[in-house]
């Protein structure tokens, strides 16, 4: 290899070099969002909600946690949901609080995942006949 191409091969190098940081803090090329005809993503879905369906194990109105038990023997499945001031409580079809849930109650619980804890969104108080007609 003749000395001008080592010479030339050596400075494309270097100024390559130099160069890339610079490339990486260029956008990508296209269009922004907001810009007529480009599509924004989505917005983030909502956390997804579950429901649990059984006896009330535990209420602890300090904590304002409710302890549900579901599954054949009640006391293997259980959750601890956290009740929250936007948690809507319905005891006999009518709005209630926290005070009303009693120990030993059929319950139905929406609740959603949020940072690792299980909160309840809504707490229905089941009677007999109204959890039968539901099997």
């Known amino acids: 290899m003749s000395r001008y191409t080592k010479t030339l091969v ?11 940081p610079a ?3 260029v956008p990508p090329p296209g269009p922004t969002p907001g810009t007529p005809g480009v599509q924004t993503p989505p917005p983030a879905a909502p956390p997804a909600a579950h429901v649990v369906e059984g006896k009330v194990r535990h209420v602890d109105p ?4 409710v302890s549900v038990g579901s599954g054949w023997l009640g006391f293997l499945f259980s ?13 006999a079809g009518k709005d209630s609080s926290l005070a009303a ?12 995942s949020r940072a ?20």
Do not use: C
């Open 10 to 20: 050596a400075s494309v190098t270097l100024l390559a070099a130099a160069a890339a």
């Open 23 to 25: 490339w990486a803090q």
């Open 62 to 65: 300090v904590a304002r946690t």
């Open 79 to 91: 959750r601890t949901l956290e009740v929250g001031p936007d948690t809507q409580i319905t005891v």
């Open 101 to 112: 849930i009693q120990e030993g109650a059929k319950v139905r619980a929406a609740y959603e």
């Open 116 to 135: 690792g804890r299980m909160v309840a969104t809504r707490i229905e108080v089941l009677s007999s006949e109204s959890l039968s007609q539901l099997r």
